[in-house]
């Protein structure tokens, strides 16, 4: 993924207000609203990004393109974008024995104290 839209990816996180998804306690997870998302153009560009860079899960018998970053991974419902109205995050598992594909490491600089 070009260094541009990682620092992209990184911005949009942190300025993201993520909920708490209180209707699914056996999938604890988060997810933001594109409609609380300041510039729609960032919403849209932060879903194709999942779609381009991420890969294909299945979860509960259907399939998902999901991006791991960090500690989370992301995922939209798979609808067409014009539709998508939200985007999902998690906490990823620990680590196992196999690396999980393609984990997208954001350069943070450590902040001065």
């Known amino acids: 993924m070009p260094q541009n839209d990682r620092e992209f990816v990184g911005r949009l996180i942190e300025k993201s ?6 209707t699914m306690p056996q ?3 988060y997810y933001m609203l594109r409609k609380e998302c300041p510039q ?6 932060f879903v194709e990004i999942i779609r381009q860079y991420g890969y294909r899960y ?3 018998g ?3 393109i999901k991006l791991d970053v960090d500690e989370w991974f992301y995922w939209t419902m798979g609808a067409p974008l014009e ?3 939200l985007i999902n995050r998690k906490e990823r598992p620990p680590k196992k024995t196999a690396p999980a594909p393609a984990v997208l490491r954001l350069n943070r600089r450590a902040k001065a104290q």
């Open 62 to 64: 259907y399939w998902y």
């Open 83 to 85: 539709e998508t109205i």
């Open 58 to 60: 299945q979860y509960g």
């Open 17 to 22: 207000n993520w909920h708490f998804a209180k």
């Open 40 to 45: 729609d153009d960032d919403f849209v560009r």
């Open 27 to 29: 999938n604890p997870h």
